[in-house]
């Protein structure tokens, strides 16, 4: 099965050139040169931010590529997207990410590529919403400043993930009563600078470059949220 690293920040990790998870993104592909992929469509295909990924991602590291979905460069998405071995989900606007890449025909190609068995070394990664993205739903500043549920994803985990765990006060309150209401399921939560990875659907680790982690698992159990902290390792 395909690989799926969570982490709870997008570009805040982006900008961490030297942080060892990228290097475990990059290690689980097997490859000495993997193909990385970014896809910055939750900040509109943002300059800086592409700039910020082709300095982490670098050509001494990994073959890095991006694809602009607002100013489309291809007519066959599919042919090319399912030649990279990391694709690489920025941050940002989550709720407007979706539409763009159910409109672009994205959301299918990414889906299809994680069911295909052929793709067992392949990683889905990023922050934030480039976290979200890829379970049933979790919470969002799409719609303003003050966060609501997103109760959608491409989930290939089941239940919710929560990042920014420990950087945002809104955020777990709003994850309990989500949870107790029903309007998100049980799932998973991190801090910023932690990621959780899993293969196919399957928790393996969760992984931190700081001795500070905040890695969770979030249950309801009777009429209370119960949050349960994972093993983290070290990086």
């Known amino acids: 099965m395909a690989h799926i690293v969570a982490t709870g920040a ?26 990385v992929l970014f896809v910055g469509t939750a900040t509109g295909d943002r300059p ?27 007519d066959d998405l599919r042919s090319w997207i399912t030649e990279f071995d990391v694709i690489h989900v920025g941050g940002g606007n989550t ?42 739903g979790g919470t969002t500043d799409s719609y303003g400043p003050t966060l609501q549920v997103l109760p959608e994803g491409l989930g290939f985990v089941p239940g919710s993930f929560s990042p920014h765990y420990d950087a945002e006060g809104q955020r777990r309150p709003l994850v309990h009563r989500a949870l107790l209401d029903g309007s998100l ?3 998973w ?11 196919g659907s399957d928790f393996v680790t969760a992984i931190s470059p700081t001795k500070d ?23």
Request: proline content about 5%; some cysteine; glycine content about 8%.
């Open 48 to 74: 800086d931010y592409i700039l910020s990924f082709y300095q982490t991602y670098d050509s001494d590291r990994c073959a890095p590529h991006h694809l602009p979905l607002f100013s489309r460069e291809r």
């Open 185 to 187: 399921g049980a799932g």
């Open 189 to 199: 939560a991190c801090g910023n600078l932690d990621s959780l990875h899993f293969n």
């Open 95 to 136: 709720a407007n990410m979706y539409d763009v890449w159910r409109r672009q025909g994205v959301w299918d190609i990414f889906t299809d590529m994680f069911n295909d068995p052929a793709n067992e070394n392949l990683v889905f990664t990023g922050g934030s919403a480039g976290g979200i993205c890829w379970f049933d």
């Open 10 to 35: 997008g570009k805040v990790m982006m900008d961490r050139r030297d942080d060892p998870t990228h290097e475990y993104i990059l290690n689980l592909t097997g490859k000495s040169r993997p193909r």
């Open 213 to 235: 982690s905040l890695a969770l698992t979030l249950t309801v159990e009777n009429g209370a949220v119960v949050e349960t902290p994972l093993p983290v390792l070290s990086l």
